[in-house]
T-cell receptor, first 116, second 114 residues
Framework: DQQVKQNSPSLSVQEGRISILNCDYT??????FLWYKKYPAEGPTFLIS?????DKNEDGRFTVFLNKSAKHLSLHIVPSQPGDSAVYFC???????????????FGTGTLLAVQP | NAGVTQTPKFQVLKTGQSMTLQCAQD?????MSWYRQDPGMGLRLIHY???????DQGEVPNGYNVSRSTTEDFPLRLLSAAPSQTSVYFC?????????????FGSGTRLTVV
């Protein structure tokens, strides 16, 4: 049972345009959401996160939106650059007894290709 | 500052063999975890540890064993390798209770079981 779902295995956009990567989740106990970026033959690197008490978080060209009622989050990259081409993973953390826990559940990833 | 170091980078095992994947971090992180990445499956949690002497199971723990005798090291043992354990394995670490900053991942170990 996949608790974190990324239904688009791949996405192709033109350089300079907006990239929108989507993620859905089923567990209402998730209270922290993160996006990771992964290049081939490297480990994932942390990109941006959002707490469940917020609906938007922005960091430069990257913005994450959270819609709790729909259990949906999205990552917007604008403008997209060829160097953004990578696999993007959505991840979620479940609320523990003492607050947020470190245990992350990952989605299956979306391969973003930014065409020059 | 080396971050998270995984060894070996590549390994080929025969079915039934055992081996240990090494993971070490030099950031004094309390939390460490092991994930495997398979095509179409994303990253799945195998085992994790919230500190020295404390470990717990993740989503796919069967066939793997861990221990945490020091803060720095978190080895993953394959007891009797099976072709289904062919995968890329990632070790990650973070400070406990600081989810927002995310994990630091190692560069991975690509394991093939024949």
């Amino acid at each position: 049972d996949q608790q974190v779902k990324q239904n688009s295995p791949s996405l192709s956009v033109q350089e300079g345009r907006i990239s929108i990567l989507n993620c859905d989740y089923t567990n209402s106990m998730f209270d922290y959401f993160l996006w990771y970026k992964k290049y081939p033959a490297e480990g994932p690197t942390f990109l941006i996160s959002i707490s469940s008490i917020k609906d938007k978080n922005e960091d430069g060209r990257f913005t994450v939106f959270l819609n709790k009622s729909a259990k949906h989050l999205s990552l917007h990259i604008v403008p997209s650059q060829p160097g953004d081409s990578a696999v993007y993973f959505c991840a979620a953390s479940e609320r523990g007894g003492g607050g947020a826990t470190n245990k992350l559940i990952f989605g299956t990833g979306t391969l973003l290709a930014v065409q020059p | 500052n080396a971050g998270v170091t995984q060894t070996p980078k590549f390994q080929v095992l025969k079915t039934g063999q055992s081996m240990t994947l090494q993971c070490a971090q030099d950031m004094n992180h309390e939390y460490m975890s092991w994930y495997r990445q398979d095509p179409g499956m994303g990253l799945r949690l195998i085992h994790y540890s919230v500190g020295a002497g404390i470990t717990d199971q993740g989503e796919v723990p069967n066939g793997y064993n861990v221990s945490r005798s020091t803060t720095e090291d978190f080895p993953l043992r394959l007891l009797s390798a099976a072709p289904s354990q062919t995968s890329v394995y990632f070790c990650a670490s973070s400070y406990s209770g600081v989810v927002g900053g995310g994990y630091t991942f190692g560069s991975g170990t690509r394991l093939t079981v024949v």
